[in-house]
């Protein structure tokens, strides 16, 4: 099973600012990766599939990079809307399919 | 519009059954391999089950295997979860989630595009 890691767990960053978040996954998934957004209350929402590529009505501000084992989510400049939870999951190899633990953006 | 509506959540006593449905629209469910992901309180996201567009293939997560079922309705665009001899850890919100057809990677496999609002399995005595 592939194991995916998630760092930091908590990402305190003030509105404007840069953030960026790291996945890391036990063995290369290649390009079969993902990140989702979630805020409290509501369902997971798609941000980046195939490792760099946005989904439909993801602001730019989103992009991700990586391949392999090392992934990034990077937001340029955070807005309020932006803070939540942050999964990767990689679908590379199922079943079964793997998230990782999730990184919490919250306000500094 | 894509829509997927979860129910069938609710409080169920150890050892209980409980089956949940996800109600699909918007979309030709006949074609999409579909998905069960749970979320327990304050936790991360579990991958629970998977069945292909056919329900010819189905896998399940090693946490639910022998206990849950998964099963779909192509006529009903349905989408079900047959839930038995729960225990305290399936406590969970349960979504329903859509593969992506268009975003199949080189895999062969696919992100979640759509999503549930997902319900609420509580297992406690």
């Known amino acids: 099973e592939i194991v995916m890691t998630q760092s930091p767990a908590t990402l305190s960053v003030s509105p404007g600012e840069r953030a960026t978040l790291s996945c890391r996954a036990s063995?290369?998934?290649?390009?079969?990766f993902a990140w989702y957004q979630q805020k409290p209350g509501q369902a997971p929402r798609l941000l980046i599939y195939g490792a760099s590529t946005r989904a439909t009505g993801i602001p730019a501000r989103f992009s991700g990079s990586g391949s392999g084992t090392e992934f990034t989510l990077t937001i340029s400049s955070l807005q309020s809307e932006d803070f939540a939870v942050y999964y990767c999951q990689q679908y590379n190899y199922w079943p079964p399919n793997t998230f990782g633990p999730g990184t919490k953006v919250d306000i500094k | 519009e894509v829509q997927l509506v979860e129910s069938g959540g609710g409080l169920v006593k150890p050892g209980g059954s409980l089956r949940l449905s996800c109600a699909a629209s918007g979309f030709t469910f006949s074609q999409y391999n579909m998905n069960w992901v749970r979320q327990a309180p304050g936790k991360g996201l579990e991958w629970v089950s998977s069945?292909?567009?056919?329900?010819?293939?189905?896998s399940y997560a090693d946490s639910v295997k022998g206990r849950f079922t998964i099963s779909r309705d192509n006529a009903k665009n349905s989408l079900y979860l047959q839930m038995n001899s729960l225990r305290a850890e399936d406590t969970a919100v349960y979504y329903c989630a859509r593969d992506s057809l268009a975003l199949r990677g080189s895999s062969g496999y696919s992100p979640f595009d759509y999503w549930g609002q997902g319900t609420l399995v509580t297992v406690s005595s």
């Open positions: 063995q290369s998934v290649s390009s079969n």
């Open positions: 069945i292909s567009s056919s329900s010819r293939d189905i």
